[in-house]
């Protein structure tokens, strides 16, 4: 596929607000550019963390901000931390490479945090985080079923209430002091483009859920290894739903019970 042009676009005519904007990369060219145009101009700093890129990631991301820095990846919760003591501002809005804010999301933002008292000490009870909709795509086509949609992600927050929790390496979570709310504008997510991106993905991911399992103490019974995947297989495609989207959310549901089988044998592996 062709990169997308790395020419930032004119900011739009609005005033931006005191919130920084931080995306991590790492071989993002592809996608890097649509990213930060999504978010141009609504910031008054946006900030890219990259962890070691070979492409053209790093030159893009100059041409769009000052603020762009390195550091060795040792997994995410960590970069994550490390990305926060590099924002100014109480809140941040985290955003992956791959993805977009919508106008209407840019819209809901704006509205929800250009009051001045959302951007000192928030009143008692008020959320101090927000839970952002996604939409994922695979290989061009929308996904819905099988947990892809609503899937909620905790990206907008106050940093100063926020911690992230480093015993996963995978899908980690930020733990917030305080009450959170949900937005109704949703991020859009280009997933993947390929089968071959989704496979090297999954193995990657893989090797770190085995390496989460280990640190919680995890041993595997010689059952799991056909248990966990079937239970997987059933969650993705009869409880969520994957089964509405056909050959690909079969095909989907049957590669994620792969993966999760293939975890606890690597985890057997490393015991």
Known sequence: MTAMST???AAPAETPLPLTVIVLTRDEE???????????????RL???????????????????????????????SQRTAALALAAHPWVLFLDADERLTPAGRAEIRALLAPPDRLTAPPDGAPVGYWIPRHNEFFGRRVRGGGWWPDYQLR????????????????????????TARLREP??????????????KQRAYADRHARDLARRGVRPHPWTYVTQPLREFRRRYVALGAWRE?????????SLAYYEGLAHLRLRIAD
């Open 187 to 200: 991020l859009i997510h280009r997933n993947y483009d390929s089968w071959a991106e989704f496979h090297a």
């Open 246 to 254: 056909g050959r690909l959310g079969l095909a989907l549901a049957a």
């Open 7 to 9: 020419t930032p676009a």
């Open 156 to 179: 907008l927050f106050r940093r100063d209430r926020a911690r992230y929790d480093f015993t996963r390496e995978v899908h980690e979570v930020v733990i917030l002091e305080g009450t």
């Open 30 to 44: 592809r996608d890097l550019p649509g990213c930060l145009a999504s978010v141009a101009g609504l910031a008054e």
């Open 47 to 77: 900030v890219i963390l990259d962890s070691g890129s070979t492409d053209r990631t790093v030159a893009i991301a100059r041409e769009w901000t000052p603020h762009v820095h390195s550091r060795p990846f040792d997994g995410y919760a």
